[in-house]
């Protein structure tokens, strides 16, 4: 366990369309799940299941075809930090306990429960992320 319990103790979440498995490893170094252009520094996570159920959502609706969400129980390798693009541009400290870490991040297991978006809220989110892109408005980095 990374020496970060000061921030945050857990347990961690991580959002994604990617189908995993209990032992993979999440690195830094892909494709965003929101703009595949840009190759990630770190790999983003947070404590709040239904966060991370947001995160898996977007990344399902703006992925390939028939592209599925998927939560999963994670586990820090190494050192992680305050996510600054939702804790200082956004929010003031860390309401919505977001990480982000440039080392591995181990799978522990799927989730099944979480808050899913409703179809209204899917909408929603993918008319303000075609209006970011339009307006080549930073999403993630």
Same mark, same amino acid.
């Given at each position: ?9 857990? +347990? ?11 032992? &993979? ?24 299941r239904d966060g991370a159920g947001l995160a898996a959502e977007i990344a399902a609706m703006l992925g390939p075809g028939e592209a599925e969400p998927h939560v999963y129980l994670v586990e820090p390798t190494g &050192?992680?930090?305050? &996510? +600054?693009?939702?804790? &200082?541009?956004?929010? +003031? ?10 080392? +591995? ?37």
């Amino acid at each position: 366990m990374s020496g970060n319990a000061s921030l945050d103790d857990g +347990p961690f979440f991580h959002g994604t369309r990617a189908n995993l498995a209990a032992g &993979d490893r999440l690195f830094a170094g892909h494709r965003s799940n929101y703009r595949p252009e840009v190759i990630m520094n770190h790999v983003y996570f947070t404590a709040l299941r239904d966060g991370a159920g947001l995160a898996a959502e977007i990344a399902a609706m703006l992925g390939p075809g028939e592209a599925e969400p998927h939560v999963y129980l994670v586990e820090p390798t190494g &050192d992680f930090e305050n &996510d +600054p693009n939702v804790t &200082d541009k956004k929010f +003031p400290g860390n309401p919505t306990r977001s990480y982000r870490t440039s080392a +591995p991040m181990i799978v522990v297991e799927e989730i099944t429960e979480w808050t899913r978006l409703t179809p209204e809220a899917l909408e929603s989110w993918r008319v303000r992320l075609a209006a970011l892109r339009e307006s080549d408005a930073e999403i993630i980095n």
